[in-house]
C-alpha cells in the first residue's frame, strides 16, 4: 500500500523555512470542523517547501480530494514531482496540517501514475516561478519519449531547442551553468546579458 499517515507537526524534514503557524487550542473539532470546500481549497494552498510562493494546487500535483462530512475524514492524492526531491513527505505533513487546522483528518495517498508534468503548472504557478526570477519551464523536449540524454561536466545547453529566457532581464542569450541548481529540480543558468546567475524550474 502506497499510504502516507503523516502525523501533524513532528519529524519535520530539515531544509526549508518552515512558515510560522501558530497552534490556537481547538474547540471540538466537530464544532471548529470547515466544510468539504473550504479544507479542498486549505489543502490546495498548502505551498512547496522549497518555493513558498507556489501552492501545490498551481504546482498541479494535487490529483484528488474526498471528503467524508460524516467521518471529518478526508483523503488527499498527491503525484510527485521530481523524483529525487524530498518535498513530498513535508507536503504530505503540511496537508495533514493544513486539513487539522480545518478540523479533518487527511489521508495522503501518493499517486505515481500518471507522472506529474510540468505541463500541470497553472498560469498562477509559473507566474509565481517568475516572480522569484526561476525560469518557468519551457515544452517538454518534443519527440520520441525515450531516454533523457544525459551530458556530463560543463556542456553547452544543446539537449534542447528552446532558449531559457533569463527571468531578470528576458534575454536568450543564456547558458547552463549545472544540470542541477539550488534543487535537483532545477538547473542553474546563467544570463550573459545581464551575467546573472539564474535558477530554471525543469520541464519533464
Ligand atoms: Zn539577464
Known amino acids: 500500500m502506497v499510504m502516507t499517515r503523516a502525523t501533524p507537526r513532528d ?9 510560522a503557524s501558530p497552534t490556537p487550542a481547538r474547540p471540538s473539532r466537530e464544532e471548529s ?9 486549505r489543502v490546495g494552498a498548502v505551498t512547496d517547501p522549497e518555493i513558498p510562493t507556489l501552492s501545490i494546487g498551481d ?7 474526498e471528503a467524508d462530512e460524516s467521518a471529518g475524514a478526508v483523503r488527499v492524492r498527491i503525484t510527485p514531482t521530481y523524483s529525487g526531491c524530498p518535498a513530498m513527505e513535508v507536503i504530505a505533513r503540511d496537508i495533514v496540517d493544513a486539513a487539522a487546522d480545518a478540523g479533518w483528518d487527511a489521508t495522503v495517498e501518493i499517486v505515481h501514475s500518471p507522472p506529474w508534468t510540468t505541463d500541470w503548472l497553472t498560469e498562477r504557478g509559473r507566474a ?18 525515450g531516454p533523457v540524454p544525459v551530458t556530463i561536466g ?9 532558449a531559457v529566457v533569463c527571468p531578470r532581464c528576458g534575454s536568450t542569450d543564456t547558458e547552463l551553468i549545472a544540470r542541477f541548481g539550488t534543487t535537483a529540480c532545477k538547473a542553474l543558468h546563467r544570463c550573459r546579458a545581464c551575467g546573472d546567475p539564474f535558477d530554471e524550474f525543469k520541464a519533464v
Open 11 to 19: 519529524g519535520r524534514l530539515s531544509g526549508g523555512k518552515t512558515p
Open 33 to 41: 470542523r470547515s466544510s468539504a470546500a473550504e479544507v479542498e481549497q
Open 59 to 65: 504546482l498541479g500535483i494535487v490529483r484528488g480530494v
Open 128 to 145: 509565481a516561478l517568475a516572480e522569484l526570477d526561476i525560469a518557468p519551464p519551457g515544452p517538454r523536449s518534443t519527440g520520441a519519449s
Open 154 to 162: 560543463r556542456a553547452p545547453h544543446t539537449e534542447s531547442s528552446v
